[in-house]
């Protein structure tokens, strides 16, 4: 009997321990399922992704990094800005969406896209790069080796933004119904949702916070002052 009730213990915990960690088989089915219509899923967001991309204050000849970069929906705008002179390195670890990313980087003749398949905690960086962009995505900004990996591999003086789904301020949380419900299709964990830009402010102090959509979305931006 004891054993039992052990092995249901164990059981409810491992339950609980997906809602409260990042899980990345279950990411990796979202973002299978996700990947045929992402791009469509993400247009309402545009605003969100060029308020994003506009804090980066990118200029030409940079070199940037596109964090769970998904089908690269970000690298036009990006490369608008930086130019030939400068790269993007994209990081995702879904195979479905990098292959779209892929196919998007042929198709516009982009010779400076460099994509990494991996989980960003363990993504090998090809050098220091002058600006970071995370574009809705908490499992990697609730994974703390990730966040890391990323900040000690942008110079000094560099910029990192980050923007993402947040829960709903007290004036309007009867919208929180719909953030819950965007992010059971978008996130594997629901930790850290009242701020999910923790982990990075412990890293790079003193974030700029803007909230849009009615405080439903979080832009924040930093400054790495030294690695």
Known sequence: MADATQRGYSRTFQALAQWFTPNRDNALRQYRSRAPIYDLEL???EPVRQRSIEMLSLKRGDHVLDVGCGTGLSFS??????GAEGSITGIEQSPEMLERARVRAV???WQNVTIVSS????????????????HFTHDIMRTRSAVANVVKNV??????????????PPRAMALNP???GAAMRSTSTLEGLSRPWSHLEQLVPNLEVEEMLAGTVFVVKGIVKSN
Do not use: N
């Not at 705008?77 to 930086?82: G, P, T, Y």
């Not at 989980?119 to 995370?134: C, W, Y």
């Open 43 to 45: 247009r309402l967001l």
């Open 107 to 109: 198709e516009h003749h």
């Open 119 to 134: 989980p960003v905690e363990h993504a090998e960086i090809p050098g220091a790069v002058d600006a970071a962009l995370f």
């Open 77 to 82: 705008a990006l490369e608008e800005l930086i």
């Open 155 to 168: 110079r000094s003086g560099g910029t990192i933004v980050a923007a993402g789904l947040k829960w709903a």
């Open 178 to 180: 719909l953030v819950w």
